[in-house]
């Protein structure tokens, strides 16, 4: 027989529900015989099903009638106490956001979920857990299988306006293919500068901006069941992070970000590369629907897909943390450099070629992952005295492979003979993941008095306490650290005797200029006081006393 249960219920918890881990002990023949089993789960939209669902995966969107329900069946081969959870998968927790729990006889049910406007979007594993009356269980959901094929949990998809460029970066006026999938008759679309907002935002899946252009209406009648790519254009606007904004009639939002380089025509001589790369590896979109997220950090090592969505409403991990402030310091205080993608590095066939068109290249985010041709690249820019400013921390830690569309991860950079403290003057040396947050301490401000300038630092003073601190992941200098380079700051002792934060700076004779920051979020208070100042000055130094490049400025990046 079949059962309908209650409607979605939120749980009200103060922190998110651990996950558990393994299934029940023994092998499966052996856990057969001591608990439960439920037979043949599966996953459908209750209504009209969307493009892509199969038996354990299924499309709802919250608000559209007759699409709005989850249906989870199961069979029992014996009554049993029955608890359904919907579990939002993250990096080392699950959060559960609705659960059901009944007492089941023998037989078919099905358990309906309808997921609130509240829910955040996204996949969620239906984890089912079987009990009989001695309290032997069995949960199905309780891992991520080894493939798609092994998948066993049914799996609900959550769908609000998901959206992305099949390019991380573009020219001014370029036709931009952009992949929607939307249950919704009509859309607006508004492009966004992010960085030039007067009013921002705290949420953290959400994209604050300038708006540039006119919105520009979209009628999505007959594109309702799966995605669908169109082609946009934006204008002819300054450098920077823009993001087309997706709106339905309902309010329902998503966003798609991308970078937008400098026209041909224009020549700036600085470069932001925003760390796009890392943006996709912390992505927990889950594109093959077994309910985990497509990234390195969900366990396991699958491809990474540079064009996905972004699971948060199209906003790249941490971007409200990491990122934000710094576009916002370049917009208050008017300079428009060139912008790149990570991926526009490998467009440069050599460091000569970035060197002739850059004096400065900035690395403002946590630019984690890189391609041997961009480590080349950037360390034959600084052989050539390019200066190169690093605002976070644990930077050119991984070897990645690109094939232009995917990211697979290979080996640290410092196992293969390349440690990253060799360019950057530090490297990554431990995290916390944010428990310990600690200030700056200033302990060589006569090595730098330009850094320090107007700020009213000196040796011994500290900084940070505005912001709440620094750290979350950290890096120190080490024996690899080029000649002369000199520690200006530390947060001591941050996790534990010896393990500091430290902030460098290194000149080679070739004229090139490295800062490296030290700690993860550094660049995430850019727009406070003292670091506001600390950048001006740092900006200023850069472009001080250039030594003019070797060659002819080369063409710019070709696109990402």
């Known amino acids: ?82 608890r359904v959870e919907a579990v939002q998968t993250a990096l080392r927790t699950g959060r559960v956001v609705w659960e059901t729990n009944a007492r089941l006889g023998r037989g078919d049910h099905v358990v309906n979920w309808a997921p609130d406007l509240g829910t955040a979007v996204g996949s969620y594993v239906m984890r089912l857990t079987v009990a009989d009356r001695a309290g032997r269980r069995t949960v199905l959901g309780a891992r991520r299988p ?77 594109k309702r069941s799966g995605p669908v790519t169109i082609t946009v254009q934006c204008g002819g606007w ?44 912390y992505n927990f979109y889950d594109r093959d629907g077994d309910g985990w997220g497509d990234t390195w950090y969900a366990g396991g090592s699958p491809p990474v897909d540079l064009a996905r969505p972004y699971r948060d409403r199209g906003v790249p991990p941490r971007f409200k943390t990491y990122d934000r402030a710094f576009l916002r310091w370049l917009a208050r205080t008017g300079r428009t450099p060139d912008f790149a993608a990570d991926d526009d590095l490998e467009t440069f ?46 930077n050119f830690f991984w070897k990645v492979e690109s094939d232009g569309s995917t990211l697979r991860r290979v080996k640290l950079w410092r196992e293969v003979g390349r440690p990253e403290a060799r360019l950057l003057g530090v490297q990554y040396r431990a995290n916390d993941d944010g428990r ?7 302990v ?26 620094y750290g979350i992941e950290i890096d120190m200098a080490t024996p690899d650290s080029p000649p002369g380079t000199i520690v200006l700051a530390r947060v001591v002792d941050l996790f534990g005797p010896g393990l500091s934060g430290e902030m460098t700076y290194y000149e080679t004779e070739a004229g090139a200029r490295v800062f490296s920051a030290g700690t993860l979020d550094f660049g995430g208070s850019s727009t406070f006081w003292p670091t506001s100042r600390l950048l001006t000055n740092l900006w200023n130094h850069m472009l001080a006393d250039v030594i003019p490049p070797p060659t002819e400025p080369a063409a710019p990046p070709s696109g990402g």
Request: proline residues 7%.
């Open 146 to 222: 080894s493939s798609v094929g092994q998948q066993k949990a049914p799996v609900v998809r959550v769908l609000g306006i998901e959206a992305a460029f099949l390019r991380r970066s573009y020219l001014p006026g370029e036709p931009m293919e952009l992949r929607i999938t939307a249950d919704a008759p009509a859309l607006s679309l508004q492009f966004l500068r992010c960085g030039a907002e007067t009013v921002s935002t705290e949420r953290h899946d959400e994209l604050a901006g300038a708006p540039k252009g006119e919105p520009v209406p979209i009628d999505w009648t007959g």
């Open 349 to 394: 066939a050599t460091g000569d070629d970035l060197r002739a068109r850059y004096d400065l290249v900035v690395f403002p985010g946590h630019s984690e992952y890189m391609t041997t041709h961009a480590y080349d690249v950037i360390e034959r820019y600084r052989d050539l005295g390019g200066r190169l400013v690093f605002l976070s921390a644990n």
């Open 1 to 82: 027989m079949a059962i309908q249960l209650s409607r979605a219920r939120l749980l009200k918890r103060g922190a998110a529900a651990l996950l558990i881990l393994g299934l029940a002990p023994g092998t499966a023949v052996a856990a057969a015989r001591r608990a439960p089993a439920a037979l043949s789960a599966s996953a459908r939209n209750a209504g009209r099903r969307y493009a892509g669902d199969r038996a354990l995966f299924a499309t709802v969107s919250p608000g559209i009638p007759g699409r709005d329900v989850a249906a989870i069946g199961f069979r029992l081969p014996r009554p049993a106490s029955i």
């Open 238 to 281: 300054p450098p920077g992070v823009y993001a087309a904004q997706l709106t339905a009639a309902d309010g329902r939002t998503g966003f798609a970000p991308f970078v937008l380089r400098a026209a041909e025509t224009e020549l700036r001589r600085q470069l932001v590369v925003m760390p796009t790369n890392t943006w996709q590896a």
């Open 436 to 442: 310990r947050q600690g200030s700056y301490t200033v």
């Open 444 to 469: 060589a401000a006569e090595a730098a008095p330009w850094l320090f300038d107007k700020t009213g630092l000196v040796t011994g003073s500290t900084f940070g306490e505005a912001v709440g601190g």
